[in-house]
């Protein structure tokens, strides 16, 4: 028999079930509502580069232009010395660029070790779009770029010489990781951006973009133009891209490792820790002196990123806020920025 105190106690049972059931319904929809368009950038300079696709997203524009016109903010930019036309050189004083594409459709583009073009993001797109090939490397894709209308031209600045030469005053040809990317000073020059975006139509795209690593062997190209590397998207599933040292990504086809993570059941940041654990399994040793990071979304707009060393940053814009940067987790507390 139900007295007062009784029914006050189920009904306020009642009730909160109700709303735990209510609030429950909410954020499985919530979860299952794709978050997009929605743009996403490694390090904190990926926040211009994301403002400037997202002139493109908002107005319900392809991921893919979205994602070589913002990869062409940071090749563009004069102090930026990782990425573009201020690149740093190689040890010869060759400043040779890499870049790779990627869309909806799985079509995708590379160029490596490009010489003198200053927007190695719209070369890739075009051996994507214009050839049967996806990857050009070196003269090749410097004609090529040439035909296709490019202007080749000087893009070594007068402040890449002068950082190239204090180098080579205590230049050492060896590729040893990490050092080839230290700055004078001390500071470590990064990075690569990686740009992965979801239009309004749900449909996903990538690029990445970078001048490799500072002073690195001629000829020597990392992950960055690699798809799988650097670089992968699936549009059943998500995207991911990678920055750090190239040659342990390519070794482990990270980004490729990354997407199909995601796509048996990882959550993005779950899917980059784990392509990370594969890189320390590895290379214990080695890998408490480099820094990789990497940076995924999936279909649903949902992001994430993981890096071996606390340091690595990305940068998301979207319809709440276009200059969100977010510092990436990490397994070593040892900075390498
Ligand atoms: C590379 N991942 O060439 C690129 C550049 C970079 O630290 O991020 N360097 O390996």
Redesign the pocket.
């Known amino acids: 028999m139900y007295n007062r105190r009784k029914f006050i106690k189920l009904s306020s049972i009642t009730a909160s079930l109700t709303a735990l059931s209510a609030s429950s319904i909410a954020s499985v929809l919530k979860t299952e509502a794709a978050n997009h368009p929605i743009v996403i950038s490694t390090w904190d300079f990926g926040v211009a580069a994301n403002k400037e696709a997202w002139k493109i997203l908002s107005k319900g524009g392809r991921s893919l232009d979205a994602v070589e016109a913002g990869a062409k903010i940071p090749e563009a930019d004069l102090k930026n010395h ?1 990425v573009g036309r201020a690149g740093y050189p190689d040890r010869d004083g060759h400043v040779t660029l ?1 870049a790779c594409i990627m869309d909806e459709q799985g079509n995708c583009g590379a160029v490596a070790g490009m010489e003198d073009i200053a927007h190695p993001i719209s070369v890739a797109r075009l051996v994507m779009e214009k050839t049967p090939h996806v990857l050009l490397v070196g003269d090749g894709a410097r004609q090529f770029a040439i035909e296709q209308g490019f202007k080749a031209e000087k893009l070594l600045t007068p402040e890449s010489e002068i950082a190239w030469k204090k180098w080579l005053v205590k230049h050492e040809y060896k590729p040893i990781m ?1 050092s080839e ?1 230290q700055m004078p000073g001390g500071k470590y ?4 951006i990686g740009m992965l975006a979801i239009d309004a139509k749900g449909n996903i795209s990538g690029a990445c973009t ?4 500072a002073w ?1 062997m001629h000829g ?5 133009p690699i798809i799988g590397a ?1 670089l992968y998207v699936d549009n059943e599933v998500g995207g991911a891209t ?6 342990e ?1 390519i070794r482990n086809v990270g980004s490729f490792l990354v997407v199909e993570l995601m796509r048996h059941g990882y959550s993005p940041q779950d899917a980059c820790k784990e392509a990370c654990r594969r890189i320390i399994k590895k290379k214990p040793d080695t890998v408490k002196e480099i ?1 990789v990071g990497f940076l995924a979304i999936n279909k649903k707009g949902e992001y994430g990123a993981y890096a071996l060393h606390k340091g690595f940053t990305f940068a998301v814009c979207d319809a709440k806020k276009q200059d969100l940067i977010i510092p990436g987790k990490y397994f070593y507390e040892t900075v390498k920025d």
Do not use: L
């Open positions: 990782s890499d990490n990317n020059n990064h990075d690569t970078t001048s490799g690593m690195k020597r190209v990392g992950d960055s650097g990678s920055t750090g040292v190239g040659e990504v820094q």
